[in-house]
């Protein structure tokens, strides 16, 4: 609940700065380019040049036709890579494609062998002039490691430098997950964890003299059992934070961070990154960060990667998020949508932000007895409780279902922090009909409850909307409720509260 208290109390000292460049973010879609095509950039990072920030991700080919025509889909094998891309902008919102630029193959002149690539990043090297991309690279005839490649353009093209298979000190041959870091001298490193189990976390500089090969690595923490990944860096108020997820694969995670105030560290022991619990961090996996320095202040950006058409963690690829600060403790706003001004590094809350967590129940990834944001409650003559969230999503796997073995009775709910203002709750429905009670509301908002009576059977998803509903004391409660016998259920999906 802490979480949401602090976000309520953001929400009220946060007003729209009148006259500020803002642009919104919005999370949950699937992001365009300012031509109006998808972007496609996972596994990626940015490098800010000047005014202008380069992003740069992998493309992958499942990206494109789940973008095309997304549905529910099982969790896939390791993804069909088809380049490296480039984006450029100069407020973080607005994009620009700059082209495509490092393939395998020949004509990618990377190898004549196609291969995997995974998480990378690019670093300006002052001494040589170079951009320089690392990232993780495996094939079946060149082996795996950290592939380096070198560009005179940050827009590229890249080409292939060498094949880094091997790092001194570390417990596996070459990385696991890895991003890149530019301190404030202009020193790059490489953040990673070890392959395998992934326990190790380690910093290693680039070499130096052209940033083409990884120096001898320093161990800076041993992560429990389950292992570490998205590892990944950001730097603010001369603090180093070293950033990392839970080992759940192409999965949707909490988030972890560790401080120090030299890059190698001693760290401070791992905690976790407030507010990345309640819906895994809006249901992503740790990607890299992004550090704004602005004329009003400093921000920092989480960016997270949803691997939807892989895992199927819900609709669109990239999901970024605003960090604030108690001391050196960094929250994790889960937004659905915020304003950015980069220039003056400043943010808030969007007129159109879903308050809902985990509104489309992804964020736990396998089945339940209850799910990650709401509170479930279930009495049956059988004393157990049932499974909470089904394969049966309405555009991604997961909904919530409320299944009846016996008479019994069950609930989901949600309690929010927000202003107080008039909202609209909205939630796609489909049940069995037959229930004594069957209901969706909102209640405890300081005004009269408002609540929606399921009578007959719903064969396909409906949407039930709930206007008008009246916030006076900053907070409301949200949910379902039903009473039935053996054989009827009701199933919720998509689930939204936003401001009128």
Known sequence: MKRMWLLGALLAVMPPHAGAAESTIRNGVFW???????????????????????????????????AREPAPQPNGANPTFSAVTAYSSTDL???????????????????????????????????TGKYVLLTQYGSTDKGSGVLFATSDSPTGPFVFQRLQTHIERVATPTSG???????DDGQAYLVFSSGGDRRKLYVAPLRAADFLAVEPAILVHSAPAGGREGNA???????????????????????????????????????????????FSHVSQNGFFVAVQGSDGSLVLYAGDRWSNYAANGIGYNIWAPLSFEGSKPVFNSLSEFTLDAAKGRWSVGKGNNYVLNPGFEADRVTQTSVAGWRTSWTSLQGAAPIV????????????????????????????????????????????????????????????????????????????????????????????????????????????????
């Open 177 to 183: 997950d890895q991003t890149v870091f530019v301190d």
């Open 389 to 500: 969230n089904a394969l049966e999503g309405r555009n991604s796997r997961w909904a919530l279902v409320l299944r009846h073995a016996d008479p019994s009775m069950g609930s989901a709910v949600q309690d929010i922090a927000l202003p107080n203002g008039s909202y609209t709750l909205r939630a796609w429905v489909r049940s069995s009909g037959g229930q004594g009670v069957a209901r969706l509301f909102a209640s405890g908002h300081g005004a009269p409850e408002v609540a929606h009576q399921f009578s007959g059977a719903l064969g396909a998803w409906t949407q039930v909307t709930l206007p008008g509903i009246a916030v006076r004391n900053g907070s409301v409660q949200i949910g379902v409720y039903t009473e039935g016998k053996h054989g009827q259920w009701l199933m919720l999906d998509d689930v939204s509260l936003v401001r009128e």
């Open 32 to 66: 365009k380019d300012t031509s109006g095509t998808p972007v496609y950039a996972q596994g990626g990072g940015i490098l800010k040049v000047g005014d202008r920030y380069y992003w740069y991700g992998a493309k992958y080919a499942e990206a494109v036709s789940y």
């Open 93 to 127: 919102v607005n994009w620009k494609f700059e082209g495509e630029v490092l393939k395998t193959g020949a004509a990618g002149k990377m190898f004549d062998q196609p291969g995997w690539v995974g998480r990378l990043g690019v670093v300006h090297n002052r001494r």
């Open 233 to 279: 860096m950001f730097k603010y108020k001369g603090l180093y934070y070293f950033c990392s997820s839970d080992l759940h694969g192409w999965n949707a995670s909490r988030s972890f961070y560790m401080t120090a105030t030299s890059i190698t560290g001693p760290y401070t022991p791992e905690k976790l990154i407030e507010g990345t619990e309640a819906d």
